[in-house]
């Protein structure tokens, strides 16, 4: 690929090059992460919103100010407001962790980005960064 100039690759540009490598394994692992959160997130959601428009069609037949809410096998017996912030609470959770994901995604773009311009300045077209 290059124009057959031989670079000397030091020390601190192996570690580059190594860094460079599980930053991108990284950057992949992050990225099927957050393709598998958001499809879990949508299929939940789905799920979610029929359970809750059957829900919502109970309480409305209910004239009880308490209902049983079920917390893995056990029934607990709160208000109607205090589901409704749970499930609020549940889906504000996912959401950050999609937020957290998606930081740490950019944090790991940026960092490649930084050895890209390093190992690029040296090597120039006798190293392949890209993916095909």
Not at 48 to 75: C, H, K, M, P, T
Request: overall charge negative; charged content about 40%.
């Amino acid at each position: 690929q290059g124009e057959g100039v031989e670079t000397e690759v030091t020390w601190e540009d192996q570690q580059n090059i190594n860094a460079f490598g599980r930053l991108n394994a990284k950057f992949h692992d992050l990225e099927d992460e957050i393709k598998a959160k958001k499809a879990q997130c949508w299929l939940r959601n789905q799920e979610l919103a029929e359970n809750l428009e059957d829900a919502s069609n109970e309480l409305v037949l209910s004239d009880e100010e308490v209902v049983r809410y079920q917390i893995g096998e056990v029934f607990g017996h709160l208000s109607k407001e205090e589901i409704e912030s749970k499930l609020e609470c549940l889906k504000e959770e996912s959401d950050r962790e999609l937020g957290r994901l998606a930081e740490e995604k950019d944090e790991v773009v940026s960092k490649m980005n930084e050895l890209k311009r390093v190992l690029y300045a040296k090597f120039k077209d006798s190293i392949n960064l890209e993916e095909e």
